[in-house]
């Protein structure tokens, strides 16, 4: 059984206008630095990170880094998302080309998310996959890392697969062992299976990256992060 | 028309310097120097735990001559979580160093948010000497665990391949090699690490893509001016 509903992305999407600001200014105790010390000056954003990858791979020129690094989130979409579409539909093309195709033959495909919102019934016209590319693209270009504080941390996990997705979870922080740039490649490039273009039937390998975990010093207690090598 | 596009696109990807995921050295502004973020990792440390961990990477010599090794004192740390899911943080938490100890402050409700900030002394978290080797950690009064130091770089990625996948052509067309060589193997990163009651960051009203609450949150570095 799904455990999805297709209202939770149109409520992660509009969230943002639904929702009046609210503070918290519990600090607990607090425990002054010494007086001697200087914290005093103006500190100005040079780097920006939320979900891992984002900027890396989504933002196709040097201008364009540096002044995602210089975005608050609220500002991200309306700068971002077109561009990051645009990256996405450019990397599909030019695999179209390099297999010999055209660019028209091969665009993204509304991904698997998309199949696990919609439910156990398959995709169909009356039961629509809405990731989309610019749904994609808006959700990414919006980049902060999500961590749910009263859940399991599960950066994407699509259960047991279409079409049932039993014990599908995801998108509720990110762990060090997370293979976070599998996700991401399902995400962009494995279409509504998460499979598509996995290197098989003449198709080139774009769902993984074919490296897993090889930090071995992380531990179970903080601060978790091993020693350095 | 679509395919002069084309070929422009593809000619800004072959001409585009080599940029690594995560974050590390992911725009010519800030790559290699000491405010470069690496990493950010966010949480729950064990099942029904109600803390939340914090990890920000900033640094890393996963390639030769990049800055990497001591915290920069001009570089402020900040950790922003948005509780009602408007992009806006509801909650700070800031570190910098000083003379070997980097300094905490935190949670607090910043009275004003954008890309400018200063350091928050009046909201005091506490500070843990930075480490060499072996992890120094403490906790606060209030029931956070402090760390800082240089430590492993978790993060693995066929980063070389992935800038020949970028650019196909008809004589390399396969993507990506399965098995690859994780080019961050043997990497080193400079991290703070903290591990903070939810009770202090308060309960997150906003939802993720699939209904649960979650905080949203992400990482800055910002240098004195």
């Avoid at chain 1, 990858?53 to 196709?60: C, P, R, S």
């Avoid at chain 1, 991904?111 to 990731?131: F, K």
């Avoid at chain 1, 039993?166 to 995400?187: H, M, N, W, Y």
């Amino acid at each position: 059984m799904k455990i999805y509903n297709i209202k939770f992305l149109f409520a992660a999407l509009f969230a943002s206008f639904l929702v009046v600001g609210c503070s918290n200014d519990d600090d607990g105790d607090i425990t002054p630095p010494p007086a001697a010390v200087d914290f005093s000056g103006t500190f100005s954003q040079v780097d920006h990170l939320g979900r891992p990858g984002i900027n890396t791979v989504l933002n196709g020129t040097a201008d364009n880094k540096n002044m995602h690094n210089r975005t608050i989130p609220s500002n991200m979409s309306a700068t971002f998302q077109a561009p990051f579409e645009a990256r996405l539909e450019a990397l599909h093309d030019a695999y179209a080309i390099a297999l010999g195709f055209t660019a028209a033959d091969v665009d993204y495909e509304n991904n698997i998310l998309g199949d696990i919102l919609n439910g156990p019934e398959p995709t169909s016209e009356s039961n629509p996959n809405i990731v989309s590319a610019t749904v994609l693209t808006t959700v990414l270009s919006q980049d902060v890392l999500e961590v749910a504080p009263d859940f399991p941390t599960t950066y994407f996990n699509p259960g047991a697969g279409a079409p049932s997705f039993d014990g599908a979870i995801g998108f509720t922080g990110r762990k060090l062992q997370d293979d976070v740039i599998d996700v991401s490649l399902i995400l962009l490039f494995g279409g509504e299976t998460g499979a598509r273009f996995n290197g098989e039937g003449g198709f080139p390998q774009l769902v993984t990256d074919g490296v897993s975990l090889t930090a071995g010093n992380i531990t179970t207690s903080f601060p978790y992060i091993g020693a350095p090598e | 028309m679509k395919k002069i596009k084309i070929f422009a696109v593809l000619g800004i990807i072959l001409a585009a310097p080599i940029f690594i995921a995560a974050d590390h050295v992911d725009a010519p502004g800030v790559a290699g120097s000491t405010a470069d973020l690496a990493d950010f990792y966010a949480f729950e440390p064990t099942t029904g735990s109600d803390n939340t961990v914090f990890i920000v990477d900033v640094q890393s010599n996963v390639l030769p001559d990049l800055t990497y090794g001591t915290f920069d004192e001009d570089v402020l740390i900040e950790i922003n979580i948005d509780l009602d899911g408007d992009l806006v943080e509801d909650q700070v938490i800031q570190a910098i160093p000083r003379d070997g100890t980097m300094y905490f402050f935190g949670p607090f409700s910043p009275s004003t948010t954008g890309l400018d900030s200063q350091v928050n002394t009046s909201s005091a978290l506490g500070s843990v000497e930075i480490s060499s080797t072996t992890a120094i950690t403490t906790t606060t009064s209030n029931g956070v665990s402090l760390f800082a130091g240089p430590r492993q770089d978790a993060f693995y990625f066929d980063f070389v391949r992935f800038n020949e996948v970028l650019a196909p052509s008809p004589e390399d067309n396969s993507g990506f090699n399965v098995p690859g060589t994780d080019t961050f193997d043997g990497a080193n990163t400079l991290s703070i690490a903290l591990e903070v009651p939810n009770s202090l960051l308060g309960a997150p009203t906003a939802v993720n893509v699939i209904g649960l609450p979650v905080y949203k949150t992400w990482v800055t570095t910002n240098r004195r001016q």
